[in-house]
């Protein structure tokens, strides 16, 4: 018999994504479900939607709570599941038919408490697939995770997120894994790590199932939030002491040096051609990237070649100006952005 799955999606003015993402959870292939539906205070009308979804199907429930973010949305999610496996689903995105059927079967099979599956990105506005696909299949150990495996997940972004994963409730409960408030950006990533640098199996079906809508455009400037540099640089602390627990960590400590370099190197693109900040405010939160010296670290290891060695000489001598000047220069911001 198979055994009960349940997927948390949350819901914050999702209005016009909720039919698509229902369609498409109550097309699948895998029986008994239940679905939950986590209205996050939405203004808009997802939560009567969502009402009528769940008097209609039997397997459907819904949640109302205060807006508080998606990280207490999957919280209260996971609080209400009553599946033996746990799956998450953005309102927005989609879902195939057989996601269930085939990664539950293979966590069942191999008793994984955590189990990654492939996914694809569709830029909406442009109407355009873009894959990195995973060519690895692997069941194993967190041990034999860590050696074969962990570089690839990283590399092709599959670790980053809970929605193209499989977890075993019992294992989130046992290890008082949640999803932190306190982190607002890249916070997928920050639990996906915590499940798996705990988990004792994990498994790995290289396999399209999920399709990450790009619904937002316009460029990276427009996304800037003055929390991202911290953010990710607790998750790199983090990264760190998980790899450093193993002797041989080298190449894997490496993949998040690449990851935390064009991250930080991204929001200091932000940071510095972003208009509406404080011009003091723009330089002090500049210098206090200089001195993190882990950040200066992982852009040298992560290579310095053309614009990366100029940056990263401007960051090991805490020419906060330059580094302002020298982005606002590539993409072609006069100084009156100042």
Not at 129 to 141: A, H, N
Request: hydrophobic share 35%; with cysteine; aromatic share 12%.
């Amino acid at each position: 018999m198979n055994p009960l799955v349940s997927i948390v999606v949350p819901v914050y003015n999702g209005e016009r994504y909720i039919d698509d993402c229902m369609k498409r959870l109550l097309e699948q292939t895998y029986a008994p479900l239940e679905i939950l539906l986590v209205d996050d205070g939405s203004g808009d009308s997802s939560g009567g939607i969502c009402d009528r979804y769940a008097a209609a199907v039997s397997h459907v429930r819904v949640i109302h709570q205060e807006n508080g973010g998606p990280s207490r949305a999957r919280n209260t999610g996971i609080a209400h599941a009553q599946g033996k496996y746990l799956m998450f689903t953005d309102v927005d995105d989609l879902l195939q038919a057989d996601a269930v059927e085939k990664n539950v079967r293979i966590a069942e099979e191999n008793d994984a408490d955590v189990l990654m599956f492939g996914f694809w990105y569709y830029d909406v506005a442009n109407d355009r697939k873009v894959t990195r696909p995973m060519k690895t299949s692997f069941c194993g150990s967190r041990e034999e995770f860590f050696r074969d495996c962990l570089v690839e997940t990283v590399e092709t972004e599959v670790i980053n997120a809970p929605w193209n994963k499989v977890f075993r409730r019992e294992f989130l409960r046992e290890q008082n894994l949640a999803f932190d408030p306190q982190i607002r950006i890249y916070e997928d990533l920050y639990f996906s790590l915590q499940a798996v640098s705990r988990a004792h199996k994990i498994a790995v079906n290289p396999k399209l199932f999920y399709q990450y809508n790009v619904q937002t455009q316009g460029t990276q400037l427009n996304s800037y939030d003055p929390r991202f540099f911290d953010n990710i640089t607790k998750i790199y602390h983090y990264a760190m002491d998980f790899c450093r627990e193993f002797p041989e960590h080298e190449e894997q400590e490496m993949a998040f040096c690449r990851v935390y370099s064009g991250l930080g190197l991204t929001f200091l693109k932000q940071l510095s051609c972003r208009r509406g900040i404080d011009d003091s405010e723009r330089k002090e939160i500049v210098r206090r990237i200089c001195r993190e010296q882990d950040f200066l670290e992982a852009v040298r290891k992560s290579g310095l070649q053309g614009k990366r060695r100029l940056l990263y000489l401007l960051l090991k001598t805490q020419s906060t100006r330059w580094i302002i000047a020298l982005y606002r220069s590539w993409n072609g911001i006069q100084q009156r952005c100042f």
